[in-house]
T-cell receptor, first 114, second 112 residues
Framework: NAGVMQNPRHLVRRRGQEARLRCSPM?????VYWYRQLPEEGLKFMVY????????ESGMPKERFSAEFPKEGPSILRIQQVVRGDSAAYFC????????????FGSGTQLSVL | GDSVTQMEGPVTLSEEAFLTINCTYT??????LFWYVQYPGEGLQLLLK?????DKGSNKGFEATYRKETTSFHLEKGSVQVSDSAVYFC???????????FGDGTTLTVKP
């Protein structure tokens, strides 16, 4: 059973470009969470999704950021018009049943904005 | 809102030394508490958890006890190994809440 798969591992973008980060949860998991880890900081919650629904997006910046988890395919975190401050490691996690279960994390996508 | 405060690092120990990483939390309800470990270049892995007051979570020689009266969940290990070198995150999750709240992480380096 493959773990949580994130790609790409490293993504380089110039200011103003779009970044698309992908996350395939573990098989059988229908709950996906996105976290951002800035240099020398902890993990900050961004968004919690179930299939086709956004459950909690209280940690998402109001502009330029969006997330989806379609019925088929991976979850996508999309950042439009990236700025240098978006440079960070973005981690995806999934869980099997719901909020009371432990999280299984992917290896992350390191986004670098030039 | 919820918050988790961890002992600042980095922490450097010699092999076989005793480890304590402090963690305190603020929560509105009765959260579950977790310790996750992150090895270089990898995602976080659950190390141990406790779901109610006075529960003790344990795994791989690590222990932590859920102390409601002091709102703490300190991580301990009696004898660390070089392979324990990693970043350790304390986290909480409120009952029926989606998100987990993480501390800033504590980097542990164990020297032979």
């Amino acid at each position: 059973n493959a773990g949580v798969m994130q790609n790409p591992r490293h993504l380089v973008r110039r200011r103003g470009q779009e970044a698309r980060l992908r996350c395939s949860p573990m098989k059988g998991h229908s709950h996906v969470y996105w976290y951002r880890q800035l240099p020398e900081e902890g993990l900050k919650f961004m968004v919690y999704l179930q299939k086709e629904n956004i459950i909690d997006e209280s940690g998402m910046p109001k502009e330029r950021f969006s997330a989806e988890f379609p019925k088929e395919g991976p979850s996508i975190l999309r950042i439009q018009q990236v700025v240098r401050g978006d440079s960070a490691a973005y981690f995806c996690a999934s869980s099997p049943l719901g909020p009371d279960e432990k999280l299984f994390f992917g290896s992350g996508t390191q986004l670098s904005v030039l | 809102g919820d918050s988790v405060t961890q002992m600042e690092g980095p922490v450097t120990l010699s092999e076989e030394a005793f480890l304590t990483i402090n963690c305190t939390y603020t929560a509105t309800g009765y959260p579950s508490l977790f310790w996750y470990v992150q090895y270089p270049g990898e995602g976080l892995q659950l190390l141990l958890k406790a779901t109610k007051a006075d529960d003790k979570g344990s795994n791989k020689g690590f222990e932590a006890t859920y102390r409601k009266e002091t709102t703490s969940f300190h991580l301990e290990k009696g004898s660390v190994q070089v392979s324990d070198s990693a970043v350790y995150f304390c986290a909480l999750r409120e009952t029926n809440a989606g998100k987990s709240t993480f501390g800033d992480g504590t980097t542990l380096t164990v020297k032979p």
